[in-house]
Nanobody, 124 residues
Framework: QVQLVETGGDSVQAGDSLRLSCTFS????????MGWFRQAPGKGREFVAG????????LYGESVKGRFHISRDNAKNTVTLQMDNLKTGDTANYYC?????????????????WGQGTQVTVSS
């Protein structure tokens, strides 16, 4: 069974930076694409960023392009989301997800495992 543990959520000011990390355990890390989704109160889960098994492919949601950067360390079984120039609209609970296989998709219904989430709050 895959376990995902997110860390790094915090309350920050608009324009600040924040780094989220997710640690993967329980299966072979390189068998999974990894990603980040977020969910604000009253809204559905939104794709933020994804990365395939060898970091050859990355995808970003339109609202975070140019501000967020996803990376993974296959030696440490971790995936990181660097978030720069944060906006109040980035306030949400951020979830790490694992997707078995080589394909990277943005629909949350296709992802296999989820972490418990970490809260990011951005104030003006």
């Amino acid at each position: 069974q895959v376990q995902l543990v997110e860390t790094g959520g915090d309350s920050v000011q608009a324009g600040d930076s924040l780094r989220l990390s997710c640690t993967f355990s329980g299966r072979s890390f390189i068998s999974y694409a990894m990603g980040w989704f977020r969910q604000a109160p009253g809204k559905g889960r939104e794709f933020v960023a994804g990365i395939n098994y060898n970091s050859g492919t990355t995808l970003y949601g339109e609202s975070v392009k140019g501000r967020f950067h996803i990376s993974r360390d296959n030696a440490k079984n971790t995936v990181t989301l660097q978030m720069d120039n944060l906006k109040t609209g980035d306030t949400a609970n951020y979830y790490c997800g694992a997707l078995f296989g080589a394909a990277l998709v943005t629909g949350d219904q296709d992802w296999n495992y989820w972490g418990q989430g970490t809260q990011v709050t951005v104030s003006s």
